[in-house]
């Protein structure tokens, strides 16, 4: 009784040291006890399966069954998402080529997708023992690192039985089964007495399934002696040869990813290439509408022409005239009027001859558009009354030269109707007065930039236009010296206007002149020394 008492004394007094002792050395030694019991659990998981396989199949159903079902889903969309990306994607030379590929096989374009898209990315490849668990060989993608992988053989092997009896409904057991976790899942293909479990990243394609049967195939075919007789010794095991088998089934499927993520170089270049053809494109068509423009311009200035409506069209540099006129002469000059042009490669004349025009509202209508035309030139300001068939012709011209060009344009009709001219000639309202300082002559640089900018009026009007230079004087000294100055100032104003400008009209001097018509001077002498510049006209 007293060593009853004893014992549970000291058991109350080593318990708590004792498990604190437990919980120390579990807390520094979890590695370590993994690694201890891990083949432990893989022997319990195995035998549980081989004596409760339907409760297991049962319990796992509902989490087995979300996972096919996700991963279904899942690759249908991203097959899909990645269809749609390709068609749209019509511009890159790889698109182009495809198209022609298709016709050439004799496919569907959506066919070479799938094909395209048929490359799944693996992460790893364990070849591991049917019946102990053990990694034969182990291999994994250079840009990825596989953590713990003998704890993942151990999960797969206790699995790997009741996955093909759960999805497969036949006796065989070397079908492809998967275990989808996260975004990646392991495939597993059995043979014989090993299996290949391999990590895939995204869904996973026929083209990729077939390759790994394959190289278990390949493996079995020239191992399979040695895998079967395996008995724990890898120092008698292949172990090279089977990982460059496995390697090359890695490597081969990273080479595919990398072609399908490789643009070929044309693709930089087809984008501008296009870019290039729009911009010539909107250049030549900016080009063909000022060169249609210019043709217009062109016909509606020729006042032999501009009486007679005439369309042209213009289409890769050949332009075509249509329209009535009443004499050949005027289809050859339409004709011989644009040909002139540049950038006209060729004409196509479809102007219609008729000898008469003789339909009033037409006439009117001609003379309308004619008029308008003149009316562009601004020394012309022309109007009519028509009273068939009658009609009058009313306003005003600068010179000569342009009543004549309105004349001849309107005797362009070959009509039976009466003309009567009005037209009168007023040159333009030009009235320059340049002052002189007392005892100055010489024009200043500011005189000059007057006269300079009266010679460019001067050069739109006919050579029957006369200007007319007035020298006026103060009235300080003798006449004769108050005369030598207004006429040598008068005198040196013809002489730049005619020598230094060009101005091609008859120049007439005059000195008696009355200021007082031209000038207000209110006995102001400054405003008296002055030459002022007018226009006439005289008759032919």
């Given at each position: 009784?007293?060593?009853?008492k004893?014992?549970?004394a ?10 604190k ?38 319990a ?49 374009e959506?066919q ?19 019946e ?8 994994h993608?250079?840009n ?41 899942k ?9 299996y ?31 895998i ?18 496995i390697?090359?089934?890695?490597n ?5 990813q ?11 270049f ?6 290039s ?32 409506r ?13 329209g009535q ?33 003789d ?8 003379i ?11 020394g012309?300001n ?10 009058t ?22 009509t039976t ?18 002052f ?9 640089e ?19 236009t006369?200007?007319?230079?007035k ?15 207004a006429?040598?100032?008068a ?11 060009l ?10 002149d ?8 209110s ?5 008296q ?12």
């Amino acid at each position: 009784m007293n060593k009853s008492k004893q014992d549970q004394a000291l058991l109350n007094v080593l318990e708590p040291i004792v498990t604190k002792l437990i919980d120390d050395n579990f807390e520094n030694s979890k590695d370590k006890i993994a690694l201890q019991i891990s083949p432990l659990i893989g022997a319990a998981i195995r035998e549980q399966i081989k004596s409760k396989k339907d409760d297991i199949i049962e319990a796992l159903y509902p989490i087995l069954g979300s996972m096919i079902s996700k991963f279904v889903s899942k690759s249908l969309e991203e097959a899909l998402n990645s269809i749609n990306d390709q068609i749209q994607a019509g511009l890159s030379f790889k698109t182009l080529k495809r198209k022609i590929e298709a016709k050439r096989k004799g496919v569907t374009e959506t066919q070479l997708l799938l094909e395209e898209n048929s490359n799944s990315d693996i992460g790893a490849v364990l070849l591991i023992h049917k019946e102990t668990g053990i990694i034969l060989c182990e291999e994994h993608n250079p840009n990825e690192t596989l953590i713990e992988p003998e704890m993942i053989a151990s999960m797969m092997t206790a699995i790997n039985s009741f996955i093909n009896d759960w999805i497969e409904k036949n006796e065989s057991s070397n079908e492809v089964g998967e275990i989808d976790y996260g975004a990646s899942k392991i495939v597993v293909e059995n043979a014989g007495f090993a299996y290949l479990a391999v990590i895939v990243h995204g869904a996973t394609y026929n083209r990729t399934l077939k390759k790994i049967r394959n190289t278990l195939e390949t493996i079995i075919s020239g191992h399979g002696n040695e895998i079967r007789e395996f008995n724990g010794n890898f120092s008698d095991f292949p172990n090279t040869p089977i990982s460059e088998k496995i390697l090359t089934l890695i490597n081969e499927n990273e080479n595919n990813q990398d072609k399908k993520r490789k643009l070929h170089p044309l693709i930089w270049f087809t984008p501008l290439l296009l870019l290039s053809a729009l911009f010539w494109n909107m250049y030549q068509n900016n080009i063909q509408e000022n060169l249609e423009t210019k043709i217009q311009t062109v016909l509606y200035k020729n006042p032999k022409l501009a009486a007679y409506r005439i369309q042209t069209h213009l289409r890769e540099g050949v332009v075509e005239i249509n329209g009535q006129v009443p004499f050949l002469f005027h289809k050859e000059l339409a004709e011989k009027s644009i040909a002139q042009m540049k950038g006209i490669e060729g004409i196509k004349n479809n102007l219609i001859v008729l000898p008469t025009l003789d339909d009033p509202m037409q006439i009117s209508s001609n003379i309308s558009y004619l008029l308008k035309g003149l009316n562009t030139d601004k020394g012309i300001n022309i109007t009519y009354e028509y009273n068939y068939p009658n009609y009058t012709i009313l306003g005003s011209t600068w010179d000569i030269h342009r009543k004549d060009k309105i004349l001849q344009a309107l005797k362009s009709f070959d009509t039976t109707i009466s003309l009567t001219d009005k037209i009168i000639i007023s040159p333009p309202d030009i009235k320059t007065i340049l002052f002189f300082n007392k005892g100055a002559y010489l024009l200043n640089e500011l005189q000059e930039n007057e006269l300079l900018e009266l010679s460019k009026l001067l050069n739109l009007l006919d050579r029957n236009t006369v200007v007319s230079v007035k020298g006026f004087s103060d009235n300080q000294g003798s006449t004769a010296i108050q005369h030598y100055f207004a006429k040598i100032r008068a005198e040196n104003i013809a002489s730049v206007l005619k020598d230094k400008f060009l101005v091609k009209q008859h120049i007439t001097i005059s000195t008696n002149d009355d200021i007082s018509l031209y000038v207000d001077v209110s006995n102001n002498a400054d405003k008296q020394r002055c030459s002022v510049i007018t226009l006439e006209m005289q008759e032919k």
